[in-house]
């Protein structure tokens, strides 16, 4: 199955707003593999009358970062997925993924926003 998320310009940011399962013979899978089944599976969901911007993503996090979810963020200079940030005082590294203030420890810890620390949970 080919996945593809309809992402909508809010605010200056594309933010994905659903997400549709293909078969994968209307994009050509398994002759065609990404980036060449994008084109097709967006012609079908036009065909169908989904209209919108369609992106395809990875269940398998096999490019674009990894799979989109509704309320992610597509980073269209990188093409990336991004999750919705966990917290305020979090922020995004290199590799696109978010980050606390300061690192978790080892074992079961919970962040704690209001204070800004790591909490462990009993």
């Not at 398994?30 to 036009?46: H, I, K, M």
């Not at 970062?65 to 922020?91: C, H, L, M």
């Amino acid at each position: 199955m080919s996945h593809f998320a309809r992402i909508e310009n809010i605010n200056d940011k594309w933010i994905v707003q659903e997400i549709h399962v293909i078969n994968n013979d209307v994009v050509g899978e398994p002759q065609l593999s990404f980036p060449d089944t994008e084109p097709l599976g967006q012609a079908f969901q036009e065909s169908i009358g989904l209209s919108g911007t369609w992106k395809q993503t990875s269940y398998n996090n096999n490019y674009r970062k990894q799979y989109a979810g509704i309320g992610f963020e597509y980073d269209e200079i990188n093409d990336v997925f991004i999750s919705p940030r966990p917290f305020e005082s979090w922020t995004l590294d290199e590799n696109f993924d978010w980050q606390p203030p300061t690192p978790r420890p080892e074992g079961d810890w919970i962040w704690n926003e209001e204070n800004g620390v790591w909490e462990e949970i009993n």
